[in-house]
């Protein structure tokens, strides 16, 4: 079996749809508006004609590069390409400006390399166990999850932790907008139809992030740049290789153990990796400055995601992100039927889907640091062509997400916003994690209450809720004794 | 920085409470299952706090940096955003393509130095490879606007 | 200045040309005289995306100048819909529309879609509901389930509050005279993987995406709520032979604007009803768990009146009207 699924992936032209959908994903993921969901919907519909394996592996490849391709903008420009990146800017960017984006893009490189790589060997080896622990998550426990998240605020929230929570309050507020997921009655829509759904967070991220930046570009327009951004050192130098393994073992671990609960993706990922990183550090306080394992971290993490959500897909056949469900669609065309049953029915199919993710990683560590030089020219266009381009990219990128121009209105509206929360020294992140955690924290919240008849202690009936809640704990009370143990030591 | 935060708290407690009294007429919970009002309220609640507390703390600390909002650089960006808009409602009400050149051109005109056909040239080049690129490979759709 | 602003107003002209001139309509009297589009309201890669695809690949012969699919998604659909009830009526713009057309304007979230203002064409496929509950659940048959019912909570997961599942299950309730907690989830394979780990009784969701699970013995599908039993699986009966007269599934039907020359609504309808018979298209749909069903014109109008009158009943019931 194994045999047949190697010639079946050592083909050539296999082989090349691996590199074409790697590329293509990378290029997809830096754009800022074009999420990694959109681009495999995109290239789905080519698929229509291929065999199994070519349509399966062209899928993935586009995963993996997305998932990864998003962080080039966010270092180099300050801008996410994609939400799984946003926990990268906040130190690639930082240190990107210091005159190292080389590096920085390096070890973004090689940790998205290495956590793809740990999460492709527990994809093949325990999927099984995973999928198990991946089924008992239930309301109180994504909330348990949710909340967990939530508290990575105080992480990013920069010099101010009361700004931070003010930030992270709106994000969570503007995500109540629309529909009320359980009892369907409206809230804050005030009867426009684009509201029903919400607001998308594609476009507010964009505004946040990209526009206010761009708007920062045009502030600074007749300053002169200082730093020369010479790109050197794009291999990880042998200092760093130490950080980013340990990084990609224990965030690509991380990472795959959260992509593979249903409904939670790389963005989540990335800021609890982030948050974790800075929990566990011995430097914290130099988090936000452009730190090398601040980066490695989410990098490490998001890419873990790419083989956790294949878990559920390929042992249960439920998706465990957006993507996942796009993919079992794609499988679902070829005649293949993702759960219980591909292993016994389709085992060659399955492993030749394994040797593809491994190839896929190669292939997007390979690109990634042989293309960092051409993308890092980016930085030499002048500025005053530059921001231009950017204003135009943040319009056709929220527009093109879902063809909206409503949604284009909101990106300009965070724009503007995102120009005078920067000015007011406010961290845009925290907006970003309570848009992504704030539905997933309060639909489980009530959903949990709605199982139990309206019992709270649901949220500490089972040992993974005690666990979270364990977690929880110890992530908001470790600070305040870091801050103890630091004074006395000084 | 103090009076910057002064009116940072301002409009986040405005806003929170603002939220609040709309939440307030959502409906009530139903089976021990809290309504939609209930997350809303809770949140509104921590950004409140959290605002009343940056504004007391800007009243206590003795002013360091000056926020300054109205120096020529500034004025720079605030042109820049409404010129956006405009460029927004062009794009709607006269189509993709011109005004999106336009909005180039003027653009590169006001923040560099180039030649009128440099000018010229760039903006068409990023106009023609953003709409092409878009679509043609990626199929997005711009289809609004009298003319192109 | 002067001179900038003619070479900038010259370059904007031809600029225009030049683009305008692959989007240009190839005059001609007769329809297609020009691309026509699909807008799908709900998201791409998902089934009414994949079906619309599949269906704009098929019919891809009758229109030189291409047929292609649009995603225009937000509230449940309606934002596609509206749009797509908007258009100009020539033809270019066709809607796709599922049973959320004569479902939401009465729960008040449907904006202002109605389905009075469309000219159907065709359904060419429809997925009833299935009871479905764990392998290992103690309910062998509907019967069991609904008498547990009567002295239980019984927690049903469905795809979302309001939507086709949750009316199902609903449906079910009032032809049975009970009452479940109804659970809504963000879509069904979230309320399916959460029966999996047996953190409910049931789900109410569409056979097709419980096919699955169930070939592989994880689930169970007690009835399905059903005209017919189901031609992929027909040892499940329905609930009408059971005795519980409830018929509730989703159909994905494609429409175009009110005033739309009645020519090019036929030459339309005879292009999806030749498409729906193509062999790509046909084992497509098997592949993909959908049944086709296909529904003419005059059909198609009945059902829609039949269902909205169905649907505001049925939601009134369970006190979703607005």
Redesign the interface.
Known sequence: MIVEAFRLVFEPSVLLFIVLGVASGICIGCLPGLTTTMGVALVLPLTFGMDATHSILLLIGVYVGAVYGGSIAAILLNTPGTPASAATALDGYKMASKGEAGRALGISTSSSFIGGMISCVYLILISPILAKFALKFSAPEFFMLAVFGLCIISSISGKSMMKGLISGALGILLATIGIDSITGSMRFTFNNMNLFSGINFIPVMIGLFAMSQAFIGVEEMKQKTVVARAITHVFPKRSDWGMIVKSGFVYGTMGTLIGCIPGVGADIASFIAYGQAKSFSKHPELFGTGLPEAIAAPEAANNGVTGGALIPMLTLGVPGDAVAAIMIGALMVQGLQPGPLLFQNNGPIVYALFIGCFIANICMFVLGLNSVRLFAKVLSVPKSILVPTIFLLCFVGSYALNNSIFDVAVMLFFGIVGYFLQKTEVSSSPVILGLILGPMAESNFRRALLMSKGDYSTFISTGISITFFVLIIISLALPLFQKKFLKRQI | MKKGNLIFAGVFSALAIFIMYFAMQLPKARNGVPGPGYWPILISVVMLVAAITVGIKAFTTKDDTPLVLGASDHIRVYIAMGLLIVYLLGMYYIGFGIATFVMLYGFITWFGKYTWFFRALMAFAITAVVYSVFVYVLKVPFRFGILF | MK??FV??MV??VV???L??GGATETAGATYPNGPA?IICPY?????S??VS??LA?AMKVDFPAGI?V???????G??GM?YGMHSKPNGQIITMVAPELVMLPH???G??IDYKKFIPLAIVNSGYAAITVSADSPYKTLEDLLVAAKTK?L?FGNS???SIWHLAGAGLEQAAGVEF?H????GS??A???L??N?LDGVSVSYAEV???V????LRTLAVLAPNRLSDYPDVPTAGELGYDVVIGTWRGYCVPVGTPQATVDFLTASIMKAVKTDTFIK?MK???NDIEVIGTAAFAEKLQREDEFYAKLIEKIG?AQ
């Not at chain 3, 649009?70 to 449940?76: C, D, L, M, S, Y």
């Open positions: 001179k900038m070479v900038c370059l904007a600029a225009g040309t683009f305008a589009t998201s791409a890669g998902g089934g995306d994949s695809r599949a690949a292609a649009e995603n225009r998604t937000g509230g449940a309606s934002v509206s729960t008040g979230t904006g202002d909570d927690q979302g509050i309001g907690t659970v809504p989830f963000d394979s979230a399916i993987t959460s999996l780990g953190h096919a699955s699970q070939e592989a013995g994880a497509f592949n993909t768990n979703l």
